[in-house]
C-alpha cells in the first residue's frame, strides 16, 4: 500500500512540475513553484524527490510514455499496412479529430532539452527515449516496407525523427503557423519514397 501512495505523491509531484514548466517558461522551477502548482508543500515534494534531477528525469518518463499511450490506442485500431501512417500523422497532430491529439508538451520540452545541456542524466534520459523512437519507426518503416534495406530503415527513421522535432521547434516553440505540419508531414512521404523507389 505504501508503495502506491508514494507512486501515486510521485505523479502528482511530476503533475506539478509539469504545470510549473510550462506557466514559467524554459526554466526549471524551483521546490516552491512546483509545491504551488501542485497545492502541496514544499516538503513534501522534497521528500519524494531530494534530488531535483531525479524529478526531471520523472517528468521525461512521463512525457514518453504519455506519447506512448496514445500512439498505442492509435496503432491497435489501425489496419497492419496503415501503421507507419498512424505514427507519422500522430506526430503532426493530423489525429486529434479521431481522438489522438499530439501532447501540447513544446514548452516542457524546450525546458528539458535546455537542461540537458548542464545535466548528463536528463541528456542521456531523453537520449534513450528519442533512440527508441528512431528504432520504433525504423521497425514500422521495415513493415511497412521489407524489401527496403535495414540500413535505410534506421536511416529514415533517424531522419523522421530531427524532422519531427525541428518542425515543433519552430511550430509549437517559435510560432509558424500550424499550416507547417501539412508541408512536413508530405515531405516525410516524399523522403519516404526516395529510399523506396531507388
Not at 89 to 106: C, E, I, R, V
Not at 112 to 134: P, W
Not at 142 to 156: A, M, V
Not at 167 to 196: C, P, Q
Request: aromatic share 10%; glycine share 4%; charged share 25%.
Amino acid at each position: 500500500m505504501a508503495t502506491d501512495i508514494a507512486d501515486i505523491r510521485k505523479n502528482e509531484i511530476v503533475d506539478a512540475l509539469y504545470k510549473a514548466v510550462e506557466a514559467d517558461g524554459i526554466r526549471m522551477p524551483g521546490y516552491d513553484k512546483i509545491a504551488c502548482h501542485g497545492s502541496m508543500s514544499r516538503q513534501l515534494v522534497r521528500h519524494y524527490f531530494p534530488d531535483s534531477e531525479d524529478m526531471a528525469v520523472a517528468l521525461c518518463d512521463a512525457l514518453a510514455s504519455a506519447y506512448r499511450d496514445c500512439l498505442m490506442k492509435g496503432i491497435i485500431a489501425a489496419d497492419g499496412n496503415l501503421r507507419l501512417n498512424v505514427f507519422l500523422d500522430f506526430y503532426f497532430d493530423f489525429l486529434s479529430k479521431k481522438g489522438l491529439p499530439k501532447p501540447a508538451d513544446d514548452v516542457v520540452y524546450d525546458a528539458l532539452f535546455a537542461l540537458a545541456s548542464s545535466s548528463e542524466r536528463v541528456r542521456r534520459n531523453l537520449y534513450d527515449h528519442y533512440s527508441l523512437l528512431q528504432r520504433t519507426l525504423a521497425h514500422e518503416i521495415q513493415l511497412s516496407y521489407p524489401d527496403l534495406p535495414q540500413t535505410h530503415c534506421r536511416e529514415l527513421g533517424y531522419l523522421i525523427v530531427i524532422i519531427m522535432y525541428g518542425h515543433w521547434k519552430m511550430v509549437a516553440s517559435l510560432g509558424f503557423s500550424t499550416e507547417y505540419n501539412r508541408v512536413s508531414r508530405t515531405a516525410l512521404d516524399r523522403l519516404i519514397a526516395s529510399y523506396t523507389t531507388t
